[in-house]
């Protein structure tokens, strides 16, 4: 079993930035794809960002391409969210999550998730 623990979420005018990690641990050498997710009030869990094991692959969704970068550190089992030029939009409940596989859009198929860090920006 793996376990995802996140941090630093928090409250950030517009236009700040903030930098979220996530660690892994367990069985957390069956990991390959990791990503980010975010939930706002009445809204459904949203694709934010993958990357690969190699970290040579990462997709990002267009809404925060150029504000946001994902990054892992596989020596610490960690993966890293950037995010900068924030937005009231991007105000949510942020998850880290991972797979066996590679990276896919669909949250039914991440394997382990994290509980959650939220992300307020305000105006």
């Known amino acids: 079993q793996v376990q995802l623990v996140e941090s630093g979420g928090g409250l950030v005018q517009a236009g700040g930035s903030l930098r979220l990690s996530c660690a892994a641990s367990?069985?957390?050498?069956?990991?390959?794809?990791m990503g980010w997710f975010r939930q706002a009030p009445g809204k459904d869990r949203e694709f934010v960002t993958a990357i690969s094991r190699s970290g040579s692959n990462t997709y990002y969704q267009d809404s925060v391409k150029g504000r946001f970068t994902i990054s892992r550190d596989n020596a610490k089992n960690t993966v890293y969210l950037q995010m900068n030029s924030l937005k009231p939009e991007d105000t949510a409940v942020y998850y880290c999550a991972a797979r066996n596989g590679g990276i896919v859009y669909d949250t039914r198929l991440w394997n382990y998730w994290g509980q959650g860090t939220q992300v307020t920006v305000s105006s």
């Open positions: 367990g069985s957390d050498f069956s990991i390959n794809a």
